[in-house]
Structure formats: C-alpha cells, structure tokens
C-alpha cells in the first residue's frame, strides 16, 4: 500500500510540474507523445497495476499521467464534466450517463481482469473460510449475524467458528467495486435483488462504510469479526484472510489470476468485432470458476478535442495492450485474452483525434 501511494505521489509531483507550461508535447519517431500531462480519475479497484503502468510508461516515454483513485462514480462524473481527459470505473456507464456527458460519445475499453474478494478478521481459523452467495448475501442483508451460525457452519464441517458477532463493513463511496458485488448478490439472491439491489451505490441495511478499497480493507483488518469485499490486490497485499466462493458448477473456488481467467471463458471468441464492451463475467459458468470476476474499463471520448493530448491517450493505451499486460499477474490481476487484446488495439483507431498530432 505504502508503495502505490508513494508512486501516486510521484505522479502527481511530476504532472504538477507541468502546470504552467505551455500544453506542447514532442512527437518521437514510433509516434508517441511525450512532455505530455494527462489526467485521469475513477476506479479504485485498478488502482495498483494503474499506478504501475503510469510509473512505467512515463519512464518509457516521458509523458506523464497523473490518475485520482476517487471511485468509480466520481471518476464518471468527473470525465463526464470534462474536468479530466480520461475516466477509469468498474461499472460500465448506463445508456443515461452516457447520454448526460457533455463531451459526446464515450467508448469502453476494457483493460485487465480482476476480482471482489470476500475478505474476514477471524484469526483463529486455519483453513480459508466457505462461503455461499446466498449466505453472503444474507450476511450483508444482516439476517446473519453471527460467525458461529448454521449457515455458515453447514459449508464449513470441521471448522471451529467463533461465537462472535459479524460486522460488515462497506464502501460509502460511488464504488464500481459495489457495482460488481451487489451485481454478483443480485444474481444469487432472489431477496437482494428485490432489496438493496445493484449499483454504484446501494441502501445498505447493516454494517460501517469506509471510503476506497485501501479504507475497506483497512477497516477489516483492524476490527476482529468484520466481513468486507475490496479487490484482491488490496487483500493479498495487506495480508488478509479470503473466502472461497461457490461457483455456479457448485464448486467452492478461491480467487486467484487462474480462477479469474477462467471467468472470462470463450468471451474473447464470442465478442463482436462491433461489441461495445460493456459486457459481465459475474458467476459464468464453469468448475473453476472464481465468480465474482470483472472487467475493469478506462472511459475516453470517442471524440478528442485536444490533438496532442487525444494522441497521447491512444499512445498510452496501444502500449497498456500490448506492453502493460504482462504486469498485471505480479499485482494479481488477470491479463486479457489475447484475442481481446488484438481487437481493443484495433478498436483504438475509432477514437478521432483532430489533426496536429
């Protein structure tokens, strides 16, 4: 965690320093801009291989990206505004905010796979605990209450489960984290459906809410007894304990760039050359299976109005595709399928850049 903040606050001495200079940026012989600022904000959830990939292709190129990991929700309304030059979220935007923004079309593009992952403070126990989506959703419903619980003890047989009480813990922010765990219980559960149902952000009947996955997994951690769900980055780095889920095939299967690879499926087969890629990967089907995987998706207007900095972003993303995947593992993200990766690159020349670049 002290290293992605660290790397953040490099970023953002390093945009900052740009500030007051002229917007030119230098053009290099394989076609990239550099000397460039851009800004991005939104999702938390990508936060770690984003802050990577922006560390690294500043060294390669010399442009500068500096990102604000706020939410999904506040980067959509941030790049909806036009107050940054590109959004990141783990929620695909809906036809209606698509329709509020004022610079016009925005286009999805999908960047690496990733995972909610159950993560719980209950230190005595040895083995990873075995949940169900209908008694997770119960547990976030507040209709289970205890750790000890039938429930949750007819999945666990052997498992001594303590007597204590269960203390959720949410996000409070417009969350794209939300939107792929509340998606996940809508799907499981008939009563979360018809209850808090899915979103950025929901009534939440029980439990705390902390800001960010970095707060989300901060609060479970110091709070014996607490359930909570961040990004599996966030869990493996902090050292927490996780859940194994259970599947559609019925299998209980523990998050892991396998599992989540897995989730994905034929999609890079069966994905349309024309698809928009506002597209699900929650509980496919499939023994191994992690299932409650996601996208995650950078938000760009398909319509630039500032050449150079129009340039720079297809610059940044061509290298993400075909460059940044191979980080995405050593930070436990899953790369996208290759296949995929080919039609995105391709899918970059339909952002319209106007000339100058």
């Given at each position: ?332 993200y899953a790369p996208l399928p290759e296949k995929m990766r080919a039609k995105l690159v391709a899918r970059l020349s339909s952002i319209k850049v106007p000339p100058g670049a």
């Open positions: 965690m002290k290293h992605w903040k660290s790397v953040a606050a490099a970023l953002l001495l390093a945009a900052c320093s740009n500030e007051g200079s002229n917007a030119s940026a230098s053009t290099n012989q394989n076609g990239s801009t550099s000397n460039v600022a851009l800004t991005g904000a939104g999702a938390t959830f990508p936060y770690p291989i984003y802050s990577k990939w922006f560390s690294e292709y500043a060294a390669a190129t010399g442009a500068k990206i500096n990102y604000q990991s706020i939410g999904s929700g506040g980067g959509i309304r941030q790049l909806s505004e036009q107050t940054v030059d590109f959004g990141a979220s783990d929620a695909p935007m809906s036809n209606e905010e698509m329709g509020k923004a004022k610079g016009g079309a925005i286009l999805h593009f999908p960047t690496v796979l990733g995972a909610d992952v159950v993560t719980y403070n209950l230190p005595a126990l040895t083995a990873p605990l075995r949940l169900t989506g209908p008694v997770l959703a119960d547990i976030f419903l507040g209709r289970v209450k205890k750790w000890n619980a039938p429930a949750i003890a007819a999945h666990n047989p052997g498992v001594t489960l303590p007597d204590l009480d269960i203390l959720v813990v949410h996000r409070s922010d417009g969350s794209g984290t939300t939107y792929i765990f509340t998606s996940y219980l809508s799907t499981i559960s008939p009563a979360w459906k018809a209850g808090p149902g899915t979103g950025k952000e929901v009534p939440w009947p029980v439990g705390l809410g902390a800001k960010g996955n970095e707060a989300v997994a901060g609060q479970v951690k110091q709070t014996p007894g607490a359930i909570g769900y961040v990004e599996l980055a966030y869990a493996t780095q902090n050292k927490m304990a996780f859940a194994s889920m259970q599947n559609a095939s019925g299998q209980f299967v523990a998050p892991s760039i396998a599992s989540i690879t897995a989730a994905a499926g034929a999609l890079a087969d069966t994905i349309s050359d024309n698809s928009d890629y506002r597209v699900s990967i929650i509980n496919t089907a499939g023994a191994t299976v992690y299932p409650i995987s996601s996208m995650t998706w950078i938000l760009i207007y398909q319509n630039q109005t500032d050449a150079i900095k129009g340039r720079a972003i297809v610059d940044f993303m061509k290298w993400a595709y075909e460059t940044g995947q191979k980080e995405a593992p050593s930070l436990d």
